[in-house]
T-cell receptor
């Protein structure tokens, strides 16, 4: 298996622009997680899905952030409008019933 | 609130043994995981303890005491490539997909 796939790997954008991050989970995994990692705040869970349904979005920082999972093989995390404080590494992870989470390579986002 | 405490950094020499401790305070507990993250990389799963006791996987072992809300990761025969950040994470939701709460991470530096 190719593992969790994320795109883009790097994104540089200007404040106010819309940013869309993409994730393809491991085939057969029915849980998908979006995390954000910064030096100051560490690794934070933003939202997670089970069978394409959002289960817990309590970690989503504010209304500028939204996430969707239209099918079992694709999810997006959107930031609109982006701000410099959104600069971070965003990880997507997936897991099956075993519970072990497998992380993608991450998207390094820089908002100028 | 929910919190995990682990040392921010540890230094050891090649060939030595190092123990990274983790104490947790969470509203639910179903297991303790450990992840490794190299600079610029994604977190990768190392081990999982759901029950009290020691789990051994090669040079790495993990221990859990649920009555003490405490666990540790033991790394033996340290190698330079073990220099990385190590995160403990609690499965607090109990569902099989495993929503995780991560500690802030311990940066391990292995010196020659």
């Amino acid at each position: 298996d190719a593992g969790v796939i994320q795109s883009p790997r790097h994104e540089v954008t200007e404040m106010g622009q819309e940013v869309t991050l993409r994730c393809k989970p491991i085939s057969g995994h029915d849980y998908l997680f979006w995390y954000r990692q910064t030096m100051m705040r560490g690794l934070e869970l933003l939202i997670y899905f089970n069978n394409n349904v959002p289960i817990d979005d309590s970690g989503m920082p504010e209304d500028r952030f939204s996430a969707k999972m239209p099918n079992a093989s694709f999810s997006t995390l959107k930031i609109q409008p982006s701000e410099p404080r959104d600069s971070a590494v965003y990880f997507c992870a997936s897991s099956g019933t075993g519970g072990t989470q497998y992380f993608g390579p991450g998207t390094r986002l820089l908002v100028l | 609130g929910q919190s995990l405490e682990q040392p921010s950094e540890v230094t050891a020499v090649e060939g030595a043994i190092v123990q990274i401790n983790c104490t947790y305070q969470t509203s639910g507990f179903y297991g303790l995981s450990w992840y490794q993250q190299h600079d610029g990389g994604a977190p990768t799963f190392l081990s999982y303890n759901a029950l009290d006791g020691l789990e051994e996987t090669g040079r790495f072992s993990s221990f859990l005491s649920r009555s003490d809300s405490y666990g540790y990761l033991l790394l033996q025969e340290l190698q330079m490539k073990d220099s990385a950040s190590y995160f403990c994470a609690v499965n607090s939701a109990g569902n099989q997909g495993g929503k995780l709460i991560f500690g802030q991470g311990t940066e391990l530096s292995v010196k020659p």
